[in-house]
């Protein structure tokens, strides 16, 4: 193989090589990681599940949030909803914004379980998972508690029933709520 | 006894009514699990045991019984779930640059090489025998006569 036939094929896989490193390096670079406490919690606007219209996260700023991620599917939140349900009731007067957000769920099975638990608190729906993947979501349930100005005080990353979890979560919401 | 029987009617009906709903169905459980991704373990449906995805099983069946067609199912996921839940991409716009990539990359690469080799096979083929030895005639005869003294 001489001449510019050569020379196109050296370019041709040095371009091949190239464009896999580049690949690489911007998967690197954008895989999603929860966000830190501290850290300004990741925007988002989601699709109510419980009516019509979306909801974004820069709409609450101001206000203490409470943000539990669940499905439908999984065990731990069921035993999970009723605590949850009962926290709202107990600090929506004191300003705090409950938010649940349903992901890779079917949105008909996820209105049942709302139904079925009797939850009064807003309701999103993530079906697709992108905006559970920018906090780093791996499993339900997860819970982030944002303070007023939407930075992350707490990030429980397990039913907030748990033994390890239920003390962080009320010390957390009592701390954003005064 | 006619409340007992009412139930059992009314249990019976319940459990017939889906079945029968569909005498013909149009596609199979089986069929679509190999089509759709379970959405938090990133395997098709077939190959997972989760919750989620046994979740998304029982809505299939549901719909198969209510003799809904595979593309119809898909739709619906995809509505719900978002493109990612289809374990191929679709056969149209921007997407069929996934099914044409690939081959388009095979075919590229194997006319590549069916150059290379035959562009090799030409470079190595036998010289003339007067050319490979590159001596003059003088020379050769001397060498002739040296090698002549060892025989």
Redesign the interface.
């Given at each position: 193989v001489t001449g510019p036939l050569k020379l196109t094929l050296q370019l041709l896989a040095l371009a091949c090589v190239a464009g896999l490193l580049a690949l690489l390096v911007w998967k690197l670079t954008h895989q999603q990681h929860a966000p830190r406490v501290g850290a300004v919690a990741p925007a988002f606007t989601l699709r109510r599940l419980d009516g019509p219209g979306d909801v974004s996260l820069a709409s609450l700023r101001g206000k203490p949030v409470v943000l539990n991620f669940w499905a439908s599917w999984c065990v731990p939140c069921k035993s999970e909803a009723p605590v949850l349900e009962r926290e709202w009731t107990r600090y929506r007067d004191r300003g705090v914004v409950f938010v649940g957000v349903d992901f890779h769920d079917l949105s008909s099975d996820a209105r049942h379980f709302v139904a079925a638990h009797r939850l009064t608190f807003t309701m999103l729906e993530d079906g697709s998972g992108q905006v559970t993947g920018s906090y780093g979501i791996s499993q339900v349930p997860e819970t982030y508690v944002l303070s007023r100005a939407g930075r992350v005080v707490a990030h429980l990353a397990g039913p907030i029933t748990a033994s390890g979890f239920s003390g962080e979560f009320r010390a957390a919401l009592a701390r954003v709520a005064t | 006894v006619i409340l007992r029987l009412a139930a059992v009617l009314v249990a019976a009906l319940a459990l017939a009514g889906p079945a029968s709903a569909c005498a013909h169905p149009r596609t199979s459980l089986t069929y679509l699990e190999g089509q759709i991704m379970c959405?938090?373990c990133h395997t098709t449906l077939d190959q997972s045991d989760s919750?989620?995805a046994?979740?998304?099983e029982t809505?299939i069946s549901q719909r198969i019984a209510q003799c809904w067609t595979a593309q119809r199912i898909e739709s619906e996921l995809v509505a719900?779930?978002?493109k990612?839940i289809l374990a191929a991409p679709p056969h149209s716009g921007f997407d069929l640059l996934a099914w044409w990539l690939p081959i388009a990359g095979v075919l590229g690469g194997a006319a590549?090489l069916a150059?290379?080799v035959w562009?090799?096979s030409r470079r190595r083929e036998p010289e003339p025998e007067s050319a490979a030895s590159g001596l003059d005639e003088e020379t050769e005869r001397r060498l002739d006569e040296l090698l002549s003294r060892f025989e």
């Open positions: - | 959405p938090t919750a989620a046994r979740q998304i809505h719900n779930y978002g990612g590549l150059v290379g562009r090799w």
